[in-house]
């Protein structure tokens, strides 16, 4: 069976600490699929905030979520404490990615990595928008990469 590779960027330019709660863990007794990605929204909302945006409005435009992998490295249980570390990567036309990494505080092993597609969208006219400028000129200063 094919696997899914994620390479993950040199350098990550934003990180928190969140916790695994009871309801994070699944049936298996570990962190559970969908909790990971509960997180990772959790993250790129604060990292968006952190810049001074939202994902509903960022100069009148919303985004998607175009797709999402993710693997996983080793097991997370409830009272874990999960670094997320994130660099917004590969801007085009409409959109760019974002890129995680999940690792325990405590032994510095890592959980999980993960990557999402995000796609601005205008909800008013139903449709794909170009990168705002507000978000680019946050993101992609240089028009190379992410600033910090």
């Not at 006219?125 to 705002?132: L, T």
């Amino acid at each position: 069976m094919a696997r899914i590779r994620l390479d993950l960027p040199d350098n990550f330019y934003f990180s928190l600490v969140l916790p695994i709660r009871i309801y994070d863990i699944n049936y298996g007794n570990h962190l559970g699929n969908d909790a990971v990605l509960r997180m990772i929204h959790e993250a790129r909302l604060q990292y968006f905030r952190h810049h001074g945006l939202t994902e509903l409005n960022t100069d009148g435009i919303g985004l998607v979520i175009s797709d999402a992998a993710v693997v996983y490295k080793s097991q997370g249980f409830y009272g874990d404490i999960l670094t997320v570390e994130m660099a917004v990567r590969e801007p085009n036309a409409y959109g760019f990615d974002v890129y995680y990494k999940l690792s325990s505080q405590e032994t510095g092993k890592e959980v999980a990595r993960a990557k999402t597609g995000i796609v601005f969208f205008d909800y008013g006219k139903n449709k794909v928008a170009g990168i705002p400028e507000q978000f680019r000129s946050a993101f992609f200063p240089d028009n190379t990469g992410p600033n910090k």
